[in-house]
């Protein structure tokens, strides 16, 4: 597979196409341009987080001896600079998207998406990475969930709904969950080189929990959806992939072992999105 595909770390993607996904389909009519561009500006910031982090992380030598997926700096699969390089374009990318959305909708988004860029590099970037502090998961659950999902919305319609912030708590929670299950992963190496992850501060046990909470508070919000939307009772069908979820992370498996569930957590954000934009959709 080619290096920057690995290193873009597509299994990561769902966490931003979900909520633009829910956030677009809650809308009355859809703009195809706005619902492009935004989804432009969320995958080229996740992209850009997955190659910052890859950077970030392999000068430092956080990566060595990394249990998941290959990290194109700590690898040796390409320089440090490149993989710089590919961050920047990437935000590049998101900011010209970002400026065209707000061209067509409202120039306050150019703050918004100053503000993203500069969290998405702060998050293990700079001297003093917040994600190293234990704030990647609120940093996932503002951006991934509320400003991605109210923002999508907004875009299509110039307002901000109760029902947009209200869905944004069920995908903010599932992204977040994608983040704890990989953090709980590298929580032995992460706590090893001091980066203070929100893992390593809560250690094994709350960190499993947290997960837990984060796929119970998705799956309740979103069936609770049925009071605005009697199709959002769908998402039930995942119900059983969420327990699933939960059942593997509570039996202590650590380790390689926790690759599957990050996988499979990240499915779980794209499908139960997918039903939940398909219900406000119909």
Same mark, same amino acid.
């Given at each position: 597979?080619?290096?920057?595909?690995?290193? =873009?770390?597509?299994?990561?993607?769902?966490?931003?196409?979900?909520?633009? !996904?829910? %956030?677009?389909?809650?809308?009355?009519?859809?703009?195809?341009?706005?619902?492009?561009?935004?989804?432009?500006?969320?995958?080229?910031?996740?992209?850009? @987080?997955?190659?910052?982090?890859?950077?970030?992380?392999?000068?430092?030598?956080?990566?060595?001896?990394?249990?998941? +997926?290959?990290?194109? #700096?700590?690898?040796?699969?390409?320089?440090?600079?490149?993989?710089?390089?590919?961050?920047? $374009?990437?935000?590049?990318?998101?900011?010209?998207?970002?400026?065209?959305?707000?061209?067509?909708?409202?120039?306050?988004?150019?703050?918004?998406? =100053?503000?993203?860029?500069? =969290?998405?590099?702060?998050?293990?970037?700079?001297?003093?990475?917040?994600?190293?502090?234990?704030?990647?998961?609120?940093? @996932?659950?503002?951006?991934?969930?509320?400003?991605?999902?109210?923002?999508?919305?907004?875009?299509?319609?110039?307002?901000?709904?109760?029902?947009?912030?209200?869905?944004?708590?069920?995908?903010?929670?599932? =992204?977040?969950?994608?983040?704890?299950?990989?953090?709980?992963?590298?929580? +032995?190496?992460?706590?090893?080189?001091?980066?203070?992850? !929100?893992?390593?501060?809560? %250690?094994?046990?709350?960190?499993?929990?947290?997960?837990?909470?984060?796929?119970?508070?998705?799956? #309740?919000?979103?069936?609770?959806?049925?009071?605005?939307?009697?199709?959002?009772?769908?998402?039930?069908?995942?119900? +059983?992939?969420?327990?699933?979820?939960?059942?593997?992370?509570?039996? %202590?498996?650590? %380790?390689?072992?926790? $690759? +599957? !569930?990050?996988?499979?957590?990240?499915?779980?954000? !794209?499908?139960?999105?997918?039903?939940?934009?398909?219900?406000?959709?119909?």
């Amino acid at each position: 597979m080619n290096k920057w595909i690995i290193g =873009a770390r597509i299994k990561t993607l769902p966490a931003a196409i979900s909520p633009v !996904l829910v %956030g677009t389909a809650l809308a009355t009519q859809i703009n195809w341009l706005n619902a492009t561009l935004a989804l432009t500006v969320s995958l080229s910031l996740q992209i850009a @987080v997955n190659f910052a982090n890859d950077f970030s992380d392999g000068i430092r030598g956080t990566d060595n001896n990394r249990v998941g +997926p290959i990290r194109l #700096v700590g690898s040796g699969l390409a320089t440090a600079k490149a993989v710089k390089n590919a961050a920047f $374009i990437s935000l590049a990318i998101a900011a010209i998207a970002g400026l065209f959305l707000a061209i067509q909708t409202s120039y306050w988004l150019i703050a918004v998406g =100053a503000i993203s860029i500069l =969290a998405a590099w702060g998050y293990t970037g700079g001297k003093k990475p917040y994600g190293y502090l234990g704030f990647g998961e609120l940093s @996932v659950f503002i951006f991934f969930g509320l400003v991605a999902t109210v923002g999508s919305y907004y875009v299509q319609t110039g307002e901000i709904s109760g029902q947009s912030v209200f869905l944004s708590f069920a995908i903010g929670s599932l =992204a977040c969950a994608i983040l704890v299950i990989n953090n709980l992963r590298d929580l +032995p190496l992460d706590a090893k080189v001091g980066k203070k992850t !929100l893992a390593v501060r809560l %250690g094994d046990s709350k960190t499993r929990y947290l997960y837990v909470w984060l796929l119970i508070i998705a799956q #309740v919000i979103s069936a609770y959806a049925y009071t605005f939307n009697s199709y959002a009772l769908l998402t039930l069908i995942w119900l +059983p992939l969420t327990v699933r979820n939960a059942r593997l992370v509570l039996q %202590g498996s650590t %380790g390689q072992a926790l $690759i +599957p !569930l990050l996988v499979n957590t990240a499915r779980l954000q !794209l499908f139960l999105s997918f039903t939940l934009g398909l219900a406000l959709f119909l």
